[in-house]
């Protein structure tokens, strides 16, 4: 069959690596310059910086299937989130005691027994054998689903900041059962980065195409069941994939995917360079008073302390989060960090900025990842995130209905 793909990001490269071995004409048609979409990485100096605090989870089944991450030269992340409370400069350590006995104390005492139970208890109820489970039925939103399950103010205000982090949207609209799933995976592997930033796990199934005819800087205009329109010329194919963000879905075929929402979920983060790590551990420093007095800077994280850069620079990765995380002013997330850090943040100087629109997509609380919605709209075959969970697992399942749909194997890993 003569297929086309529309979008070469994690989705679309998944699809065009299966049809291809498969014995299939594949034309993966990409709008950008390069490959991988929203799995993005600058190099900095020559030193990888990701676009967004991105990690990759070891725990998630379809990375096991689909990626080999010994070639990607990958390092954990420390199985605990620090927080700090700006205002009072009290810091607490949240961490997973059973993999990690020595953050019991330290857990304890930031959330005390009962929302240590409750964690423990949270932790028992997923399953390693299926991180997806819960996500099968339709449940209430993050938002809603914390506060029915009774943790103190406190700690919500932690899991409000952790799950706004991980969903991008501040209004936490997301399914519980995804935050059930991350907290399965969180649980169950470890969150890991590659050497080379993000982009080389999408880079590394590009790598592996053969047969495939790759159409960079090439939107598509438009697509039906057997044509793909590009610079007003029409093309024809036996099968027509859409692997595009979810906005561009929608403009595609409207009506079809969910309706338009303004909302775009989109993040920011702010790169300095510091003479000193302000800590020296690979982990996420959480605002617990994100979202409250304009503290705007969500987390910090230092990539270099996990992949040392090579001259031995220190970056420190402030992400924002929300609508107007692209109105940044550097100078007010300093002052805000100086609250955080103290007056050695005079001395960082401003490496990068990084915004990414249309970061993650909207998920209805009633949709099901793995049996809704359809794979296919008007013969038209579809894949991405928005059309299952919004995570490498969801893409990557994302892009196995479409191959079952198409009789197609998932291609073996080398
Ligand atoms: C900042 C950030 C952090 C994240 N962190 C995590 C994380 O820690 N863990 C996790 O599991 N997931 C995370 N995710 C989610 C994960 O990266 C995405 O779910 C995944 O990359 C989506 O892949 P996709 O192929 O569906 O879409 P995309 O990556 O968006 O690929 C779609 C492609 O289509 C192209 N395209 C668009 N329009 C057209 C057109 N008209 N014609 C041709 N091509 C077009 C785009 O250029 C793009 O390359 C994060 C996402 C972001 C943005």
Request: proline share 7%; with cysteine; hydrophobic share 40%.
């Amino acid at each position: 069959m003569k297929i086309a793909v529309v979008g070469g990001g994690l989705a679309g490269l998944a699809i065009a690596l299966g049809c291809e071995k498969n014995g299939h004409d594949v034309t993966l048609f990409e709008a950008s310059t390069e490959l991988g979409g929203r799995m993005k990485t600058l190099r900095e100096g020559n030193h990888p910086l990701d676009v967004g605090f991105h990690v990759l989870h070891t725990a998630y089944s379809t990375v096991k299937d689909w990626i080999d991450l010994d070639a990607l030269h990958i390092k954990p992340m420390d199985a605990c989130t620090m927080t700090i409370a700006p205002s009072t400069g009290r810091r607490r350590l949240l961490g997973d005691a059973l993999r990690s006995p020595q953050y019991l104390f330290p857990t304890l005492k930031s959330v005390g027994v009962f929302d240590g139970l409750r964690f423990l208890r949270w932790r028992m109820r997923t399953s390693a054998r299926d991180l997806e489970r819960d996500m099968d039925e339709p449940t209430p939103s993050i938002a809603e689903g914390l506060h029915q399950r009774n943790f103190r103010p406190s700690t919500q205000r932690v899991l409000r900041s952790l799950f706004t982090g991980i969903t991008l949207d501040p209004t936490l609209s997301e399914r519980i059962a995804f935050a059930d799933f991350t907290w399965g995976a969180m649980s169950h592997g470890k969150m890991v980065m590659p050497r080379d930033g993000i982009a080389a796990v999408p880079h590394q199934l590009a790598a592996r195409l053969r047969s495939t005819e790759v159409r960079l800087n090439t939107p598509v205009e438009a697509v039906t069941k057997s044509n793909v329109v590009v610079n007003g010329q029409k093309e024809v194919f036996d099968r027509v994939v859409l692997a595009v963000p979810q906005h561009v879905a929608q403009r595609m075929l409207p009506g079809s995917v969910g309706e338009h929402r303004p909302n775009e979920r989109r993040t920011t983060t702010v790169v300095f360079v510091a003479p000193e790590a302000p800590f020296k551990q690979a982990r996420l420093l959480l605002n617990e008073e994100w979202g409250e007095n304009s503290h705007r800077v969500l987390h910090v994280h230092l990539p270099t302390n996990l992949h040392p850069h090579p001259d031995g620079h220190h970056w420190v990765v402030a992400t924002l989060v929300g609508e107007d995380a692209e109105e940044v002013d550097v100078e007010a997330v300093k002052a805000e960090l100086i609250e955080w850090f103290g007056a050695s943040v005079n001395q960082w100087s401003l490496l990068a900025t990084t915004t990414v629109r249309h970061a993650l997509p909207h998920i209805d609380p009633q949709h099901h990842a793995r049996t809704l919605p359809e794979v296919e709209i008007d013969g038209i075959l579809l894949a991405g995130d928005h059309r299952t969970h919004p995570s490498v697992q969801g893409t990557l399942r994302s892009a196995e209905r479409v191959l079952k749909h198409l009789d197609i194997p998932v291609p073996r890993r080398p």
